[in-house]
């Protein structure tokens, strides 16, 4: 078993109701801005092979996997079967609401990387689904996690809405850490600095986090 990162108290959401009544209908949208796309669209191209057999964990419509590049199985999981078959990247996928059951219905070591874009903020018991995301990855495999600054604050946990941006990433890299088969992640930042005035008319970027590890090979 992981270690306990957070305590029950900050594993809550504001809205209780049951996650697949939450996500019950699609959102075809883009949840970051044009910027960050191609920063996790660059990360993946510097971490992940072609050939690699990839999970998109909490996935939608969109699995920013660089275009030029093939793939071989990647696997979709998410909580919208509409959002998941529009995906045109995945080769097949499953709906599961990882805050009722951690457990993967995968077999252990038949990945290569796993990716979870911008969707963290809604797990519930992080510690367990990063150790059952470690037990699908292959020796030597990469568990890559991203986010920014937006949410649906009514499902994100009190210890996502408490904190800030580089809060959050400690945060993250405390689920790896939990997790034993993890080594160390390694973190990346990219926090555009805005002038006040242009922040004030909404025109600042999104904030790009990333955390990532590997499983011990």
Same mark, same amino acid.
């Given at each position: 078993?992981?270690?306990?990162?957070?305590?029950?108290?900050?594993?809550?959401?504001?809205?209780?109701?049951?996650?697949?009544?939450?996500?019950?209908?699609?959102?075809?949208?883009?949840?970051?801005?044009?910027?960050?796309?191609?920063?996790?669209? =660059?990360?993946?191209?510097?971490?992940?092979?072609?050939?690699d057999?990839?999970?998109?964990v909490?996935?939608?419509?969109?699995?920013?996997?660089?275009?030029?590049?093939?793939?071989?199985? $990647?696997?979709?999981?998410?909580?919208?079967? =509409?959002?998941?078959a529009?995906?045109?990247?995945?080769?097949?996928?499953?709906?599961?609401?990882?805050?009722?059951?951690?457990?993967?219905?995968?077999?252990?070591?038949?990945?290569?990387?796993?990716?979870?874009? $911008?969707? $963290?903020?809604?797990?519930?018991?992080?510690?367990?689904?990063?150790?059952?995301?470690?037990? $699908?990855?292959?020796?030597?495999?990469?568990?890559?996690?991203?986010?920014?600054?937006?949410?649906?604050?009514?499902?994100?946990?009190?210890?996502?809405?408490?904190?800030?941006?580089?809060?959050?990433?400690?945060?993250?890299?405390?689920?790896?850490?939990?997790?034993?088969?993890?080594?160390?992640?390694?973190?990346?930042?990219?926090?555009?600095?805005?002038?006040?005035?242009?922040?004030?008319?909404?025109?600042?970027? =999104?904030?790009? &986090?990333?955390? &990532?590890?590997?499983?011990?090979?």
């Amino acid at each position: 078993m992981p270690d306990s990162v957070l305590s029950e108290a900050e594993r809550t959401q504001q809205d209780e109701r049951p996650d697949r009544s939450f996500y019950q209908e699609p959102r075809l949208v883009q949840h970051v801005d044009e910027q960050f796309r191609e920063c996790l669209t =660059d990360l993946y191209r510097q971490h992940l092979r072609a050939g690699d057999d990839v999970l998109d964990v909490m996935s939608s419509w969109v699995s920013h996997l660089p275009e030029e590049r093939e793939f071989g199985r $990647v696997a979709g999981h998410g909580m919208n079967e =509409d959002e998941l078959a529009a995906n045109d990247r995945l080769t097949g996928s499953f709906v599961q609401d990882l805050n009722e059951t951690q457990c993967l219905p995968l077999e252990t070591a038949s990945f290569d990387a796993a990716l979870c874009a $911008v969707s $963290v903020q809604y797990l519930q018991r992080a510690e367990q689904v990063f150790a059952d995301v470690a037990r $699908v990855l292959r020796p030597g495999g990469i568990f890559i996690v991203s986010f920014s600054n937006r949410m649906f604050a009514q499902k994100a946990i009190r210890a996502w809405r408490t904190a800030a941006g580089p809060g959050r990433l400690r945060l993250v890299e405390r689920y790896f850490e939990a997790v034993e088969a993890f080594q160390g992640p390694a973190t990346v930042r990219e926090s555009p600095s805005v002038p006040p005035t242009q922040r004030f008319l909404g025109g600042a970027p =999104d904030p790009f &986090y990333a955390a &990532y590890a590997r499983t011990q090979g």
